[in-house]
């Protein structure tokens, strides 16, 4: 499962249950991250297909101390359940734009142990806010995109792939009007 199919289904969970200021409910999160103790051991090729990273990712974000990765007896990496929620926190951090610099900060914050919880606490407020920042952001993108779409004769809110053809006379009439 690559990892837009891991945020699909995180996102079909969550349905109806999303904040009114969009925060997700942290029991979802909760799951998301939680393996459990007894997950089974998972191969690089496992890993890389249920996350949607590729080996070499992988084996950079070892190499960077991001994740510990134990060994079998032939030598080759075996992700336990540890490793898989570490490897599930660092793509949802990347993904929301997290810069390894911080991330990496962050991974020794928690190695150091639990009196660096408010360091940790701190930087992930932090990024909470950018990332609230980019959704208005991208927010406003979206406004001005749906404002143009419907210009030419578009409806908002359609799938890319719908039929257009119907747009082709508004979008010449338009265009003539604003070139933009």
Known sequence: MATDDLMSRILA???????????LPV???????????????LS??????????????LRYYESKGLVAVNRDA???????????????????????????R????????????????PERLDLLIEHRDTIRRRIRELTLSLAAT???IAAYGGRAG?????????GV???????AADPS
């Open 44 to 57: 690089i090729a496992e890993i890389s297909e249920l996350l949607g990273l590729s080996p070499h990712t």
């Open 158 to 166: 359609d799938v890319l792939g719908g039929d257009h053809a119907d």
């Open 74 to 100: 032939a030598g080759h990496r075996v992700y336990g359940a540890e490793a898989q929620r570490r490897l599930v926190f660092l793509t949802r951090m990347r993904l929301s734009g997290m810069p390894m």
């Open 13 to 23: 969970d969550l349905g109806d249950f999303a904040d009114i200021d969009g925060t």
């Open 102 to 117: 911080d991330l990496a900060h962050y991974v020794d914050l928690v190695e150091a142990g639990e009196a660096t919880v």
């Open 27 to 41: 029991e979802i999160i909760h799951r998301m991250v939680n393996t459990g103790d007894e997950a089974a051991p």
């Open 146 to 148: 749906e404002y143009k």
């Open 169 to 175: 006379s508004v979008y010449a009439e338009h265009t």
